[in-house]
């Protein structure tokens, strides 16, 4: 996210962010503890409609066809009461009372469920008091206007730092957990 705060700029893209090598090994990191991947219906179908297209393409680089296997093959749900049906493979399409769902998902053995994007799914969890943790990278950047995944009605949540890293790049990287 930016320094001031948003998820993405005003046309929903993240040309803001600073990726590098150092970056991309953080979140390499990250998605080593990463078990079922949860997506809103616009970042599924952004997700859906990219990666499985990384597996055929001959010009994609060495990590890139990793991560798109790694997606392709963990557990995916998406969030969505328009979706009619989530297709890519090993997605399973959550309509249904989203408490029930996320507490079903959260007893479930294995490494962590994690929202991938997905502000305004991450922000109604926020809002059911669904999340536990948070791990976010701070851009050195002001957009001014964008996307915000703080706001509205959040229910107000004492946190307890993790584990923050400053990246050669200036990225602030910041894992808290919900007390």
């Given amino acids: 996210m930016s320094l001031d705060g948003f998820a993405g ?13 150092e970056l991309q090994r953080f979140a390499d990191e990250l998605v080593k503890t ?7 219906k616009q970042t ?20 890139e066809r990793e991560h798109a296997r790694w997606v392709q093959a963990i557990p995916k749900f998406v969030f ?11 997605t399973t399409l959550v309509n249904g009372n989203v408490v029930e769902a996320v507490n079903h998902l959260k007893r479930q053995p294995g490494k ?21 943790e948070y791990k976010l990278t701070l851009h050195p950047i002001l957009l001014g206007e964008g996307i915000r995944l703080f ?13 923050s890293r400053t990246l050669g790049s200036g990225v602030v990287t910041l894992h808290y957990g919900a007390r």
């Fill in 80 to 90: 969505s009461t328009t979706l009619p049906r989530a297709d890519w493979h090993n």
């Fill in 151 to 163: 706001d509205g009605p959040i229910q107000q949540s004492n946190l307890k730092l993790l584990e």
């Fill in 112 to 132: 962590d469920l994690v929202i991938f994007g997905s502000p305004g799914l991450a922000k109604s969890l926020m809002q059911l008091g669904l999340v536990d």
């Fill in 44 to 63: 599924y179908q952004l997700m859906a409609g990219y990666w499985p297209t990384v597996l055929a393409d001959p010009t994609a680089s060495k990590q």
């Fill in 9 to 21: 700029d005003i046309q929903c893209g993240l040309d803001f962010l600073s990726y590098n090598e």
């Fill in 34 to 40: 990463v078990g079922a991947a949860v997506y809103g």
